[in-house]
């Protein structure tokens, strides 16, 4: 069961689009760190004002994110979770499946480790959390 899971895992890192690009050795090594995370429609995945302990990056389906705007759809290639990893801040939001979700799990130390070995996934990161931070602004 552990060789099983160990390639489904790299299989859904070569998959998603945020690790496209990176070489082969890279991508094994991202796939260490991963754990892949079946979703049920409607589970709740992060609670607004928890600790951040791990982020989520969606190989198929979609999840919704209840923004003080509205609800939000993110699905196959983005990323959640990562905001309060990178701040050291609570959690900003709820995060629910809206169906059945294939995800990878980052857990925080390792999430970290993955910034401090990929500038280029990290710059990236950074952008779309401080994008996230600035429309969750209040008018
Ligand atoms: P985090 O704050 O750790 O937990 C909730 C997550 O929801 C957050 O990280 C982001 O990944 C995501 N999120 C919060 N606000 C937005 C937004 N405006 N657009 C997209 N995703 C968001």
């Given amino acids: 069961p552990r060789l099983d899971l160990g390639l489904k895992t790299r299989d859904l ?3 998603h689009p945020l690790f496209a690009d990176l070489p082969d050795t890279r991508r094994e090594a991202i796939a260490r760190l991963m754990r892949p995370y079946f979703a049920v429609p409607g589970e709740t995945l992060i609670r607004k004002g928890e600790k951040g302990d791990a982020a989520y990056f969606i190989s198929s389906g ?18 959640f979770g990562e905001m309060a990893l990178l701040s050291g801040k609570p959690r900003t939001a709820d995060v629910a499946a809206l169906g059945y979700c294939q995800l990878l799990v980052l857990g925080a130390g390792d999430f970290r480790a993955l910034m401090k070995q990929s500038p280029d996934i990290a710059e990236n990161m950074a952008r779309i959390a401080r994008q996230r931070e600035e429309m969750n602004v209040p008018d």
């Fill in 13 to 15: 890192v070569d998959g």
């Fill in 62 to 79: 979609a999840v919704e994110v209840r923004t003080p705007h509205g609800p939000l759809r993110l699905g196959r290639g983005d990323v």
